[in-house]
Structure formats: C-alpha cells, structure tokens
C-alpha cells in the first residue's frame, strides 16, 4: 500500500450527507461544485472555513489553493472585511431601498478601475456579462456580440456550456473568434457584418478550464480596441474570473488598454454574494435605459464587505503578495516535478495557476494529482485553475509542495 | 398649508447620496427600487431597520408595508433568522463547497411543497425562472413557452419588461396567452403548434404592477394541468413574488392544483439572497443534465437562514396571522375610503394589498396617497402591491389606518 493511501481519509459524514443529497437533488449537486466529477477523495460537503483553511464535514482540514473557485481573496473571514460586514449588519441589509453603501462601493470602483464612470449592481457573474451586454445593445441598437470560442462567460442559456435546455435562438447572435488572434476576429466581424456587431466580449486572459491557459498578447488587445473603435461598437472584458487578481484596477490596464464595459463578481466581496458592471460614460445613458433588477441586488452587507475588501486589497498590497507567492509556487513546483521525474506544463498568470500533465488528454494524471494533494491535505482541482489570496503565506506554499511530492510520485505510478 | 405639507420631512441626507450616485450610477439608480419614479416623499436610501420598521438616511421612521417587495416576511432582523445565520456564519459562508445546511433545506423544501421530490439553489427569481424553463426544455426537447401577457417572471432578456438592450430572438420562443382565460391559452398553443410547447409558466395570481389583482380562477388553475398533461409540457408556477405568503406549501395546493416546476426567491430567507427551483421527479433528469451555476449558490448562511425562515413561517402560523391583519387592513381601509368620500378598489390576497384609485389612470391619486402615506411614516407604493409580514401587529394596522386618513384627505384634495 502507497503512503498515499495509507493516509486516505474517512468520509463517512460526507458520504452520508451525498445520500441524503442525491435523494432531494437532482443527480446530488449540480454546476461547478458537484463533486462527482471529481476524484472521490474530494469532499463535497464543507463544515468550517477560515483564513487560507477549510475543513470538511469530517473533520478533515486542508490548505485551500481553489479559493472558493476565486471568491476567497483575502483569506476566510477576513477580520476588517467582516467587521465591515457585521456593522452593516447590525443596521440592515436587505432594506425598502439600498443603504449609503452602495454610493460609497461606487465611488471606490470608480475611482479604482481607470475605464469606469459608472457601476450598477447585481448577484452573480452572469448578471454582469449580460448586463453588458443588454448595455452594448442598447447603446448601439445592434445584436450580434463576438466572444472567444471555448470562454466562459457565465451559465444563462446565451453563455452556458451545455446546450442541454438551450433553445438555439437564445445563442443566434453570437459569432465566435479564436483568443489571441486578431485574424480570427476580423473574419467574425466580416461574416457578422461590421454594421451588425454590438460587441466584443473577451477575458482578460485566456482561461477556459481543461485547457492550457494563455495570457492576452498586448497587440491582440490594442487591436480589439481599435476594431471596436472602427465597428463603434463596445468592447466588454469579463473580469469575473481574475478581476483584482492581476491588477488593483482593471486587468489590461497595465497592458493600456481600456474596455467600455465590464463584468465583475467574484473576489470583489471577499465571497459576499455580489457583481458589478462598469462602464464608460457613454454608456451611462443606455445602462438607464435598460430594465434590469434583482430583489437581493440593493442588499447593503456585501457592499460594506466590498469596500472593506477593496480597500484592504490595496493596504495589503494584495496582488504582489500573490504575485510573489504564485511565483515561489511555480518555480518550485517545476523543479520537484523535474526532480521526481514527472513532466508538468504551468500557465496562465501565477496568482491563478493551472497545472497540465504533457498527453494527459483524460486528465487521469490531473485527477490522481488531485486526489493525492486531498489525502495530503491539499485542496487543488485537476481541470480548473487554482487561485491565491493575499493570505496565502510560505507556509502553505511548504504544505502545498510537500503535498505535491507525493502527487507527483503517484502520478509518476500512474499506469 | 396642509397638515400633511407641514410635516413634510426634511431629507438632506437623501438628497446628498442621490446627488452622489448620479455620479457614479446610471441615472443614480436602477431597476425596482429606483425612488426617482416615485413622489419625492419616498427615501432613496435607508439607514437601519427592525422588525416592521425602517429608518431613512435623515432618521426618519416608518412602518414597512412593502417588506422589500417581499423578501421580509417575518420582520427584519428576525431573531430566529438571524441566530440561525449567525451561526453558520461563524463556520463558514461561501466555501470550497456547500455545506450540510443545503441537504437540510432541500429535504424541507420537498417536506413541505407537494410537488417538489428535488430542489436546486440560485440568487436571484430571474435564475429560478429561467432554470425552470431550461429543465422543462431539456425535458420536453421543446423550445416554446407560453406566459401570461404582462406578467413578471424576471429581468433577464426573456423576461424583462423594457425593450431596450434585449434581442428579439432571445424573445422568439415566448407566446402569450390572457390569466384566468382558458380559451386564450387554447389558441396560443395552437398558434404555436401543440407539439412546439415545452412549458406554460403562471403565477399563482395575476399580479402585474400598475393593474389589478386577480385570484386564480380555480378552472383555470385546473386547466392549465390538463392541457400541460395533453401536450406532455411542464406546467410551472413563478412563486417568486408569492411563495410562503398563499400558503406554507405551494401557492396552488388549496386548488388541488400541482405544477411541473416551481420558482421560488423572495422571502424564503426572510431577505438573505436566495432562489429555489422546485420540481417532480420525472423532470429531475432534465434537472441534472442541464449546465447552471453561480459563484455563489452554494453560499452556506442564506441556507442556514431558510430553515429556520421556513420552519419560523409554520411554528408562528405566519399565513394566519398575514391573512388576520391583512383582513383588517382591507375592511378598515374600505370603511375609511368611504367615510372620507374617496372611492378606491382594493384587488388580490389580503396579504399583499393593492390599492387603485378608479380612473386614476397616470397613477396622481395613488402618488398623492403614497406620498402623504410616507410623510405620516408608513411606506406603501403609488402602482405596486404591498407585502405584509407576520411581524406586522395592530399597532402597525392603527398607524397605517391613521396615515391613511391623512393620505385620502390628500387624495380628495386633488384636482
């Protein structure tokens, strides 16, 4: 018996709790979370959270690298996020009206992301991608919208990955180009007609999940910009995945490149249930024209716990604390695989690794991965990104590598 | 000066944060809650609330009767509900995974609504009507719906009731038929063709903003089961605005009448962000085939709260106490109208009140009436219904009663 599995761990509680589940929920979990799709040393069910910790139902902990898929970016109940969050509680939180709060987070936003003008408020990721573009369609009265091929911009019938309940005129005004090339994006806009495009959607890297990743290439970007400018049409970047994880602002500016609109969820709450779109001024007027709302979207405690995270991202210089640790974590990730023998492909930006195995095409090599650095202790996921938080510390990174030995070495014994 | 002129409140608060969010949101606010569409006497913003009370930025106090458009439906900040939150929040909230409190609520869920034998969890109504619609499609491997003309079921492109932004092909799938009018429903199907239709979606009253109410019909109620069962479509009832406050069970089982599919939001966690689908078991393999998710569905407090929200609404009788003080309110209101000389019409279930003022066509008496109502210290709304809770108590009815008389003296003085 390996050491591996000598170490594996009881479920007992968790196995109980998917009988129950599989009895009241359709096939027992659904979306990114259902762990059925995962090795079966993944826990599904989850007891406690806490800085960079989570443990499960029994009583397992790990060191978390998946960060709630990105929601977690200062750490588990983060003290200044949730005393910010507690002192909005006390008064209220969803009220007949939004609170001050709300005029607050938008004036930080505005002032933080350097495209922004405006921002309008709702729950989820998906809310944000359509709402942009509801916005771009508004403003230029046109319908077709180019997005990558493979992206993931959310899981409305228009984006969800899955066609299953999907009626197809719900996807007939998308038109699709291939990420970084400029060429592809061009003919898109020539099969759509110039005079039909609203808008272009993209990422602001390259992050579908099962594939390499790849960071935007600067002249793709710059040409997106001036093949909106030339179409009149807005370009929208889905920042729900890395927004404020590459940069305190928005992720291409560092690369000067500005969109008209975009779409934020995730990180910007600290895992408070909220999302944001953003836009430029000439956009303010179509975003007042559309009718969109939410009953939960005024909701005043995760925009205190909003603020708090912004501005505690910036004091604790956040993502050069990722930057660094992501760094440290690659590079020594890549010497033990050379030392263990294991060939290993790493990519995307640091702070969101995404590690591949050369010819796992069935990602049996990832999944053994995975499961190894589960009974290790090790929360990691073997076909999605992983994501860092500022309270990620050399600590874990040590936790994660000696993990990392032992899934390399199984993976090495991977027939 | 009228009485009602010389207490009228002084709002500089108010006035400085909507200043402010002009700046920085789309004509300084959007959707429902948008008080730039009511009288200048209701608040854009609120500071603090408690039981059936809110306070605006400017320390004003007033008795709720909109409830949040729904969401509060036991008080605000209601001790069970708030304990029960607390609770898990000093666990965890968004977290690797969900937590053992979603096998709770979805088996109390299934307890409690008769046709529910599964549950999937979302944000906002919007996701738990477009995925009742997605799981009725993947089912059927039909793509037309059939809606009430007028009705709400959201403010996503399918559902939301302004054009702008919205691609009439994301529409193409949707045909209309008149509530409680079986004939009308009759010829939609058959201007859509019988074998086109994946699902009719009904509200368990008709209940469009700005109109009367109506009661279901129960024939109708009937009818639309029969003709789902001959057409092999899902029958599915949006309980987003009235689930819990009909009935503790689903809003149609005193008809004897049971949908496919129920949509559910609001008030099921008493104002915690929160959705549900509900639905029989042959629609559960649709359910699970279908890609639908969020960032943060799996969030483990809203869970908490609705257990203790729904097992609240049956130990404090909630829908008997609802129905006892929104009785009062109407027979009192009625007595009232016609001692002061104004004729009004009060229209749907006494537990969310409407109010029209007959040939009050661009809603001046009913903003007079809500307007006075405000500056009395009770919120109601000029064209939406009204929400009551269970914390609601004579007191609040002997105040709402008191401003009334102030609101229809105002009413009456109009031109």
């Not at 990105?70 to 588990?76: E, N, Q």
């Not at 403003?139 to 299953?164: C, F, Q």
């Not at 180009?177 to 400029?182: G, H, K, S, T, V």
């Not at 076909?383 to 390399?408: E, I, M, P, T």
């Amino acid at each position: 018996m390996s050491d591996t599995a000598s170490r594996e761990k009881v479920s007992a509680l968790d196995l109980d709790l998917r009988r129950r589940a599989a009895a009241v929920i359709p096939s027992g979990m659904y979306g990114h979370m259902n762990a059925s799709r995962l090795p079966p040393a993944h826990p599904q069910f989850y007891e406690r959270t806490e800085g960079t910790r989570a443990w499960d139902v029994d009583g397992h902990e790990y060191v978390d690298f998946m960060c709630s898929f990105g929601p977690m970016i200062l750490g588990y109940r983060h003290p200044r996020v949730e005393a910010a969050a507690a002192a909005q509680r006390a008064k209220g939180d969803t009220q007949p009206g939004p609170a001050p709060a709300m005029v607050e987070l938008a004036e930080l936003l505005v002032g933080r992301v350097a495209h922004a003008e405006w921002t309008m408020f709702a729950k989820n990721g998906t809310d944000a991608t359509t709402i942009a573009l509801m916005v771009a369609r508004a403003e230029t009265g046109r319908n077709t919208v180019l997005a990558a091929k493979g992206a993931y911009h959310g899981s409305a019938p228009w984006a969800t990955i899955k066609m299953d309940g999907v009626a197809p005129e719900e996807r007939a005004n998308l038109r699709y180009y291939e990420y970084n090339d400029a060429a592809s994006v061009e003919r898109a806009i020539e099969e759509a007609g110039a005079g039909n495009v609203a808008a272009i959607i993209t990422s602001p890297f390259e992050h579908d999940a099962g594939f390499d990743q790849e960071i935007a290439d600067p002249a793709f970007a710059r040409r997106l910009r001036e093949l909106c400018d030339e179409l009149g049409a807005a370009l929208v970047i889905d920042e729900v995945r890395a927004g404020f994880r590459l940069h305190h602002g928005g992720s291409w500016e560092p690369l000067g490149v500005e969109p008209d609109l975009s779409a934020w969820s995730k990180a910007i709450a600290n895992g408070y249930p909220l999302a944001a779109v953003l836009g430029r001024g000439r956009y303010a007027d179509a975003a007042s024209r559309i009718f969109v709302t939410g009953s939960f979207w005024y909701q005043a405690v995760p925009m205190a716990a909003a603020v708090a995270t912004i501005e505690a991202l910036r004091d604790e210089e956040a993502v050069t604390v990722m930057e660094r640790i992501g760094n440290r974590l690659r590079v020594e990730l890549d010497q033990l695989a050379h030392e263990v023998g294991v060939p290993i492909r790493q990519t995307g930006p640091v702070q969101m690794p995404n590690l591949a195995f050369p010819g796992d095409v069935e990602f049996a090599k990832a999944a053994t991965f995975s499961a190894a650095m589960l009974n290790r202790g090790v929360i990691v996921h073997p076909r999605h990104n992983w994501f860092l938080s500022a309270a990620h510390s050399d600590d874990d990174v040590d936790r994660f590598l000696d993990a990392a030995q032992n899934g390399l070495e199984a993976v090495l014994a991977c027939p």
